[in-house]
């Protein structure tokens, strides 16, 4: 496994999955561009999905035209409660990616968004969707089979213990590494750890602030984050989420790196740490976190825990870019994205009402006026998930 995996949810054309015919050629150009530049980076480990929109199907054109004795073939499929339609779903997937025939295989596949107790559920029980696709490896046509999750920890945790998956697909980088235990879980069950979206969803890194720029020199932020990422114990690969072959330029800097991040990243990360508690002070930092109810339990659904992290990491490092697109997606993700952000707060949630739930958080007198503070600066415009499973 490279430590570096072409990831296909930004090269393809569209989030719909279009007919062959309204493929567009330029479209297929620059992901052909993309795809022998990475072919040529070493980039060996191609993953995508069945609802990737059109990438399963321009993948498919183009993988015998371009040729990798050294390939690595990965996509997700989303479980379903009725196992015969994620067979379906499973059955397009390999169809779209031209792999027909009991020939047809690929070397990974997980199953998609375990992000409730409900999907995890639909995967795990007797004749689910876990068998499914224990068959299909079983007649040689999938390799191994992994679980990508936005999940909370608790659940994570429990889908590895499972011991019924080979490889996780997760999320863990510099802005966000609460989800460490499950890298360890998984490396005590000799799992492989794919890292999610370090350049999107690791802080919108390719629109960086000017703010984190200054602090994370003389590295890019993405460069920075890339050594981070590889540096830590128990990560094998990370994704690199490229709408066009520009886009490998800093993370293979990143790599060509590596054998320098012992000396490269601890002055910024000091830097990033002194940022952070000149901007939010020792006492917050130390119990912002402390006795705050789950989004399921707040007035209006709203997800404290998310909206105080994104207010961290707004004060501390002005991540507005990804603060206001994280923000727009409370309450139009699904269970990506689960809970609501504050726009209810002073409307249909009354201060009175928050604070009520807020008794065990030493913070409850400050919370409204910093999620009003939050709303101020992130919201206004709801963001609508490009693919929801």
Request: glycine residues 8%.
């Amino acid at each position: 496994m490279p430590v570096l995996s072409l990831g296909g949810m930004r090269f393809q054309q569209s989030w719909s999955d279009l007919p062959p015919e309204a493929v567009e050629a330029e479209s297929q150009d620059r992901l052909e561009a993309t795809l022998r530049a990475a072919i040529a980076a070493g980039l060996h480990h191609i993953e995508t999905a069945r609802h990737y929109g059109t990438s399963e199907r321009q993948l498919g054109w183009l993988l015998p035209r371009l040729p990798d004795p050294r390939r690595l073939l990965q996509t997700k499929v989303p479980p379903s409660a009725d196992p015969a339609a994620f067979e379906a779903d499973l059955r397009t997937s390999f169809e779209r990616l031209g792999l027909t025939g009991e020939a047809g295989r690929v070397d990974l596949l997980a199953i998609h968004g375990l992000n409730t107790p409900e999907l995890l559920d639909q995967t795990l029980r007797p004749g689910g969707c876990r068998d499914v696709a224990r068959r299909w490896q079983e007649a040689g046509r999938i390799g191994h089979v992994g679980f990508s999750t936005h999940a909370p920890l608790p659940l994570i945790l429990e889908a590895i213990e499972s011991d019924q998956f080979d490889y996780i697909n997760l999320h863990w980088y510099f802005i966000r590494q609460d989800n460490r235990p499950a890298i360890e879980a998984a490396t005590a069950h000799d799992m492989g750890v794919f890292v999610i979206s370090p350049t999107d969803k690791g802080g919108h890194l390719h629109n960086p602030s000017q703010r984190l720029c200054e602090l994370c020199a003389p590295l890019h932020p993405i460069v920075f984050n890339d050594l981070f990422c590889l540096s830590a114990p128990g990560l094998h690969t990370i994704s690199v989420g490229a709408a066009g072959p520009q886009d490998l330029a800093l993370h293979l800097e990143a790599v060509a790196l590596l054998p320098r991040a012992g000396e490269l990243l601890p002055p910024i990360l000091d830097r990033l740490e002194q940022a952070r508690r000149q901007a939010l002070g020792e006492a917050w930092l130390a119990s912002w976190d402390r006795g705050l109810p789950a989004w399921e339990d707040t007035p209006g659904r709203i997800n404290l825990p998310v909206l105080l992290w994104l207010h961290n990491l707004l004060e501390a490092w002005d991540l507005e870019a990804y603060g206001r697109a994280r923000y727009g997606l409370l309450g139009q993700g699904g269970h990506w994205f689960p809970g609501e952000n504050a726009d209810a707060l002073d409307g249909t949630v009354s201060e009175a009402e928050l604070r009520a739930v807020l008794g065990a958080s030493p913070w409850a007198a400050e919370i409204p006026e910093r999620l009003r503070q939050l709303r101020q600066r992130l919201g206004g415009e709801a963001v609508k998930r490009l693919q929801v499973a």
